[in-house]
T-cell receptor, first 113, second 113 residues
Framework: SAVISQKPSRDICQRGTSLTIQCQVDSQVTMMFWYRQQPGQSLTLIATANQGSEATYESGFVIDKFPISRPNLTFSTLTVSNMSPEDSSIYLC??????????FGEGSRLTVL | SQQGEEDPQALSIQEGENATMNCSYKTSINNLQWYRQNSGRGLVHLILIRSNEREKHSGRLRVTLDTSKKSSSLLITASRAADTASYFCATDEGGTSYGKLTFGQGTILTVHP
């Protein structure tokens, strides 16, 4: 298994600012992902965080808006840039080992005013 | 895009009853997984069933998979109030997408004591 710590757990931000969410895993994992979950909705994959290289983004998500870093096997960050109220959401870090199941952090609940 | 469609969207039962949730998907898959999410928390992996498997058990959970119908079901037997949560199916298409999960819309389960 893997335990994932995310911070901040929640934040309230002003329009136009940026926020970086950190994700720390307690053991080495093969893959790390960032998901977005609107309140009461399902999860949408933002990108795959690749170690030491640029993240792989899903359709509808771009690096300028959601820059992602993964400097090593256990740590990743997601930045939500130039925020608008539409970015208010829960952002979830997840990781997998070769078993295929995903482990999730508790999420970062972001409110943009 | 969302791969899985789940039904019902919401299910309310009494403690001790069984709960059945269904998931349909659109593309071929490598495996299908079920997750639970308690309110305000991250997702917890429940069970993974591979495309060459038809049924799998884990404690009070029973999962079936019908690849010809592109559908799966999750049965929770002898439900408890603590089972109250949202349940999501997620598909892994494998290949170059291995490890990337596409989540369904989820079923909100309420178990009344």
């Amino acid at each position: 298994s893997a335990v994932i710590s995310q911070k901040p757990s929640r934040d309230i931000c002003q329009r136009g600012t940026s926020l970086t969410i950190q994700c720390q895993v307690d053991s080495q994992v093969t893959m790390m992902f960032w998901y977005r979950q609107q309140p009461g909705q399902s999860l949408t994959l933002i990108a795959t965080a690749n170690q030491g290289s640029e993240a792989t983004y899903e359709s509808g998500f771009v690096i300028d808006k959601f820059p992602i870093s993964r400097p090593n096997l256990t740590f990743s960050t997601l930045t939500v840039s130039n925020m608008s109220p539409e970015d208010s959401s829960i952002y979830l870090c997840s990781a997998s080992k070769m078993t295929g199941e995903l482990f999730f952090g508790e999420g970062s609940r972001l409110t943009v005013l | 895009s969302q791969q899985g469609e789940e039904d019902p969207q919401a299910l309310s039962i009494q403690e001790g009853e069984n709960a059945t949730m269904n998931c349909s998907y659109k593309t071929s898959i490598n495996n299908l997984q079920w997750y639970r999410q308690n309110s305000g928390r991250g997702l917890v992996h429940l069970i993974l069933i591979r495309s060459n498997e038809r049924e799998k058990h884990s404690g009070r959970l029973r999962v079936t998979l019908d690849t010809s119908k592109k559908s799966s079901s999750l049965l929770i037997t002898a439900s408890r109030a603590a089972d109250t949560a949202s349940y999501f199916c997620a598909t892994d298409e494998g290949g170059t997408s291995y490890g990337k999960l596409t989540f369904g819309q989820g079923t909100i389960l309420t178990v009344h004591p």
